[in-house]
Nanobody
Framework: VQLVESGGGLVQPGGSLRLSCGAPEFIFRTYAMNWYRQAPGKERERVAAMTSGGGRTDYADSVKGRFTISRDNAKNTVYLQMNSLKPEDTAVYYC????????WGQGTQVTVSS
């Protein structure tokens, strides 16, 4: 099973990026979808989560009000819209699908720097 991420890059503080994660349909329909990040020297942390039906979302305190997780059912894709980015948001961002099994994407680098 492959989760395919895209959308990372270099952005200035205060800027925005949108990450995408494509998943196989059976994963997308039945698994909770999450976004994690891992900064150098730090543990991986979950920043956003969405239930399998998309009815409930949750965010880490550090990103509340700035990041939004959403889904496009027609494209089997989950997004992470990141606004008002800060240097401390710099990390590798990973898409994650979780149910009885856990799947990870390959990661995409997000760098926030002037």
């Amino acid at each position: 099973v492959q989760l395919v991420e895209s959308g990372g890059g270099l952005v200035q503080p205060g800027g925005s990026l949108r990450l995408s994660c494509g998943a196989p349909e059976f994963i997308f329909r039945t698994y909770a979808m999450n976004w994690y990040r891992q900064a150098p020297g730090k543990e991986r942390e979950r920043v956003a989560a969405m239930t399998s039906g998309g009815g409930r979302t949750d965010y880490a305190d550090s990103v509340k009000g700035r990041f939004t997780i959403s889904r496009d059912n027609a494209k089997n894709t989950v997004y992470l819209q990141m606004n008002s980015l800060k240097p401390e948001d710099t990390a590798v961002y990973y898409c994650n699908a979780r149910n009885f099994l856990v799947y990870w994407g390959q990661g995409t680098q997000v760098t926030v720097s002037s």
